[in-house]
């Protein structure tokens, strides 16, 4: 017998996890490329060493996370917090004439991104305070940007630039949680949609190792027939016939008990004429009978010329019930017709229920 393949289970586990630490690395590793001529524009664009300092810093941090490779969340959370110190260093260095609102921004994106909503609100919150505090130390006089030629601003302009960082924030913060409530539904459909073909899949399987189960029982009981016939084509005693058909009979289908039934010359009786179990034999022995129509499904059979089936012998009231045979569990009585007139019953027994269909 051939074994078919086993169809490879359907996988509806949808590895997010996995995604977010691969699209991370991607992330960083382009960020170090370009960080490479950032570092180097951003150090030949200053004399100050603590700005220079701060470039290779950062750049060093970044590398160092790409090679170490550390936690989803230590990688993502140090990689947000670049932008942050690099909006710091910025907005110290020129006030607002410098990039530190873009740095900023890209400190919320990334947040939101790559940790979630609350971190992004986070992220807008220290933000505004960087920029408040900025601002108000500088218009006030208490700190003085880095590089001399940065000017001034007034407090007018660094209130703007707060309010609009936290318009474009909050459009930013909007527009990305819209994006990752849009990637849950869609997983959640694909995984409604793999759970149903996965369904579908066990059902067809199902189905097809019954039908298996069924077309190999019926060739088994096709082969079983056809060797019971060519056994017994080939005995011409009676007895020796009867005797050795229930037994092949009993073998190749496995049942419990097969017995043939002979009607006698009045009609009235089927008597039992071979046996293939021990208590079989000793009703044989005590000459077993029964009436035609009158008792038993066999009786019953004997009269009505049609087969019947007992599949649960204990809920059929028409079986009766011998104390040889305490292991019948399903019976299958079968008329034995010659010329349109039946000469006796075939009688199958089974230890099992539902045994005969």
Do not use: C
């Amino acid at each position: 017998m051939t074994h078919s393949t086993p169809t490879p289970p359907l996988n509806n586990n949808f590895a997010r996890d996995d995604w977010r630490d691969q699209f991370l690395q991607r992330i960083l590793i382009i960020a170090a490329v370009l960080g490479v001529f950032a570092v180097i524009a951003g150090a030949l664009a200053t004399d100050i060493l603590l700005l220079q300092g701060i470039y290779i810093g950062v750049f060093i941090t970044l590398v160092a996370i790409i090679v170490l490779r550390p936690t989803y969340l230590v990688r993502a959370g140090i990689f947000t917090i670049l932008p942050l110190i690099l909006g710091i260093s910025s907005m110290a260095n020129a006030g607002l004439r410098g990039d530190s609102l873009f740095f900023l921004l890209a400190y919320v994106t990334f947040s939101a991104l790559l940790i979630g909503p609350r971190s992004g609100l986070l992220a807008i919150g220290l933000s505004e305070v960087v920029i408040i505090v900025t601002g108000f130390l500088i218009v006030n006089g208490y700190f003085t940007p880095l590089d001399p030629f940065a000017g001034t601003s007034t407090l007018e302009n660094w209130i703007t630039d707060s309010v609009l960082h936290l318009l474009v924030s909050l459009v930013v913060l909007a527009g990305l949680r819209m994006l990752q409530d849009g990637f849950k539904r869609a997983q959640a459909q694909n995984k409604t949609m793999v759970d149903a073909l996965r369904e579908s899949q066990l059902e067809l399987e199902n189905r097809v190792i019954e039908r298996t189960k069924e077309l190999t029982r019926k060739t088994d009981q096709l082969n079983a027939s056809t060797f019971v016939a060519h056994q017994t084509a080939e005995i011409q005693e009676l007895d020796k016939l009867l005797s050795s058909t229930v037994n092949l009979i009993a073998k190749q289908f496995e049942l419990y008990h097969a017995g043939i039934y002979i009607i006698n010359e009045r009609g009235d009786y089927v008597i039992l004429q071979a046996a293939s179990s021990e208590g079989g034999k000793n009703m044989l022995k005590k000459g077993h009978r029964l009436g035609v129509g009158v008792q038993g499904i066999i009786g019953l059979v004997a009269a009505e010329k049609r087969p019947r089936i007992a599949s649960d012998v204990q809920d059929d009231a028409a079986v009766l019930k011998f104390p040889e045979l305490p292991k019948t569990r399903s019976e299958l009585a079968l008329p034995l017709i010659v010329r349109n007139k039946v000469i006796g019953v075939l009688d199958l027994q089974s230890s099992e229920e539902q045994a005969f269909q």
